[in-house]
């Protein structure tokens, strides 16, 4: 099994910062994709930003130029940046990873618990 533990958010004001950490631990033998995902009230799950393991990123177009993702794979540690805030991106987001335990088995996805981010305006 994987777990992964996010930290890192917390309440701030519309244009300010936050720095979210996902700490990936456990039976780890590999890990391929890292992500981001969100879930605001009353709506979907959305993809915020995904990370390969050889670092190419992919962002939803709502956050392209005000979030960076990143990873650090010697730490099993993904990283999300978060600047120019706006109210819209209040939220809790879910740490992603799609990863193997042993070689002798086939990838798995896995998830957080989430962390709240919450921008007032």
């Known amino acids: 099994q994987v777990q992964l533990v996010e930290s890192g958010g917390g309440l701030v004001q519309a244009g300010g910062s936050l720095r979210l950490s996902c700490a990936a631990s456990?039976?780890?033998?590999?890990?391929?994709?890292m992500g981001w995902y969100r879930q605001a009230p009353g709506k979907r799950r959305e993809l915020v930003a995904v990370i390969t393991s050889g670092g190419l990123t992919n962002y939803a177009d709502s956050v392209k130029g005000r979030l960076t993702i990143s990873r650090d794979n010697a730490k099993n540690t993904m990283y999300l940046q978060m600047n120019s805030l706006k109210p819209e991106d209040t939220a809790v987001y879910y740490c992603?990873?799609?990863?193997?335990?042993?070689?002798?088995?086939?990838?798995?996805?896995?998830w957080g618990q989430g962390t709240q981010v919450t921008v007032s305006s």
């Open positions: 992603y990873c799609n990863a193997r335990t042993s070689v002798f088995r086939g990838a798995d996805d896995y």
């Open positions: 456990g039976s780890i033998f590999s890990i391929n994709t």
